[in-house]
């Protein structure tokens, strides 16, 4: 029991350190705004590459009211993740300027947008490659 309690008491001041880390909080966003694109463009590529002539054109949009009412070449679906590495290089292009000026809320408020638009993204590609399945 001891021992569980030193390996835990040790964990707890690791964390501590892990978590305090200046820089930790912005590089992980930075860094799932490149993995999450170049992995999803991965996806687009693999699903929707054409096969044949007759893939050449796929739809790319879905209206409730109209059915299917966008259709495109399929290298369009890749606008999706070159959205998100646009937006992650805005991200990294601004951050140093809040840091250097030391605003934390803006710092949070960056993260938080880009977290969203990545999860949006996401969203996005799962639907565009369900439509085209």
Do not use: C
Not at 6 to 11: I, K, M, S
Not at 17 to 38: D, E, Q, Y
């Amino acid at each position: 029991m001891r021992q569980r309690r030193e390996q835990f008491f040790l964990f707890w001041r690791a964390r501590g350190a892990f978590f305090s880390h200046a820089k930790w909080p912005t590089r992980s966003p930075f860094l799932l705004g490149i993995v999450l694109p170049l992995v999803s463009a991965m996806l687009l590529l693999w699903r929707l590459y054409p096969r044949g002539e007759s893939e050449v054109f796929i739809p790319l949009h879905y209206n409730v009211f109209t059915g299917i009412d966008r259709y495109g070449p399929w290298w369009l679906g890749l606008s999706i993740p070159i959205i998100g590495l646009a937006a992650t290089a805005l991200h990294g292009a601004l951050l140093p300027r809040f840091e250097a000026y030391g605003s934390r809320v803006m710092i949070g408020a960056f993260l938080w947008g880009l977290g969203l638009v990545h999860v949006g993204l996401a969203v996005a590609v799962v639907f565009l490659l369900l439509l085209n399945s």
